[in-house]
């Protein structure tokens, strides 16, 4: 329930309740004289944001808490209404409808029926409660009150294992809306994912420049380097993609898109699977990317070494990393076929062909990527001399990942070697 709440048609309507609540609280005459009742309006206030942190960072505990912080400052407040024994005041009943407003649109999405509650508490207590809390005399709902706010310890380890989920984009794949492209050019311009609701801000999964543009090879696939944030994409149920990007050959240059679109990712967290593969067509481009369950972040470095007497080689090739046979990849579509050339990190392509010398450090494309905790990340190198023409590399390593720490290894070839080194960092959080 509480993942389908910004499902609802228009992104506020969740909202609609609180704005109500905020408009009662401040329709007062008066300024606030009762200490309770400025704690309680304020709490009342922040409804907003706690729903949308519970809801994006898939935490539904941070609601069941502030649910109940509200019932004990409303029974503190109430207790002090009563006390007092005036005249209750057309103000003070605002406060009341405000926060059964908020407290029913918080039962409604933890999915607490009010008469489950009702039937317990009768059965515990002996007391009939109403069907509104309006509607009961205040000594009753005093007494109620005051029984449903005893303090109690929280079990933290009755929540939910913790997750790492990521969003990774690999590739895409661009193709403007004219025959007169023969599809041989150049790509630039920008892709970028944020939440829904923009609260992590938007982070860049691809930014070139036209004088900065990539070459499209003969596949026709794009493959992305870094994020912006300089870690893998987090996500909780929606994502809003926006692209900007163009393609251009010696004479001509077109517009491919110019649009955003959102990934629902609801029917995601119904599916047991570890991870999913996944196709956004948007315009005339296809992006490829996949969500994760739970991912360690991992940052690779590699180090070119040779023995050689130039101490150094001109080299043409790649160097790839995929997930292992032991992750299963599945599409998110039933109807969709994975291709695996879609789903991998391209880490480094010369091209043109590169000088390495002994001791670089290789300058990578993606160094940053997301490994599912139960799975494990390929590396595969592939490099030819190019005055000999002879293949001097052909071999990969398989990571299995740590939650910290680092692993490295060396991949061998001819008179040539490939230091790795992989740096994990688990980022945990409950679901």
Not at 93 to 103: F, K, R
Request: proline share 4%; glycine share 6%.
């Amino acid at each position: 329930m509480l993942l389908q709440v910004f499902n609802l048609g228009p992104n506020f309507i969740a909202f609609l309740f609180l704005q109500q609540a905020s408009e009662l609280i401040l329709e007062k005459d008066e300024g606030w004289e009762n200490g309770e009742e400025r704690v309680l309006g304020f709490h009342l206030l922040e409804f907003t944001e706690v729903l949308e942190e519970s809801c994006l960072s898939v935490l539904p505990h941070i609601l069941c808490e502030y649910l109940y912080d509200l019932a004990k400052k409303f029974n503190s407040y109430h207790s002090s209404v009563y006390e007092d024994g005036s005249a209750v005041e057309t103000s003070t009943l605002l406060v009341y409808e405000a926060t059964d407003m908020v407290m029913e649109k918080c039962f409604h999405l933890l999915g607490i029926s009010p008469g489950v509650v009702k039937e317990n508490f009768s059965h515990h207590s002996g007391i009939t409660l109403p069907s509104s809390i309006f509607n009961s005399p205040m000594t009753i709902f005093r007494h109620a009150l005051l029984l449903s706010t005893v303090e109690r310890p929280m079990d933290v380890n009755a929540r939910d294992p913790t997750r790492n989920f990521r969003f990774e984009l690999f590739s895409f794949h661009s193709l403007p809306h004219t025959h007169l492209w023969n599809g041989k050019g150049w790509v630039f311009g920008q892709i970028s994912a944020s939440d829904k609701f923009a609260l992590r801000g938007s982070v860049s999964l691809f930014n070139q420049d036209w004088y900065n543009r990539i070459r499209i090879v003969d596949s026709g696939l794009v493959y992305t380097g870094n994020p912006s944030s300089g870690h893998p994409v987090s996500f909780s149920c929606f994502i809003e993609i926006c692209l900007e990007l163009y393609v251009t050959n010696k004479n001509e240059g077109y517009l491919v898109c110019d649009q955003k679109k959102d990934i629902d990712l609801s029917e995601f967290w119904d599916k047991k699977s570890e991870g999913l593969c996944g196709r956004l067509s948007v315009g005339g481009t296809d992006l490829y990317y996949m969500l994760l369950r739970d991912a360690v972040d991992t940052s690779l470095e590699m180090k070119f070494h040779t023995k050689t007497d130039y101490g150094a080689c001109e080299v043409r090739g790649y160097v790839i990393a995929y997930y292992g046979d032991d992750f299963l990849y599945e599409s998110q579509s039933e109807t969709e076929t994975i291709s695996k050339d879609c789903y991998m990190a391209l880490l480094f392509r010369p091209d043109p062909p590169y000088v390495l010398k002994d001791g670089d450090i290789i300058p990578l494309i993606k160094s940053v990527l997301a490994v599912p905790t139960k799975g494990s990340l390929i590396v595969k190198a592939y490099m030819e001399d190019v005055h000999s023409d002879k293949v001097i590399m052909n071999d990969c390593f398989k990571f299995k990942p740590l939650l910290n720490g680092f692993t490295s290894d060396t991949i061998i070839g001819r008179e040539c070697s490939l230091n790795l080194t992989a740096r994990w960092n688990y980022q945990a959080r409950y679901l």
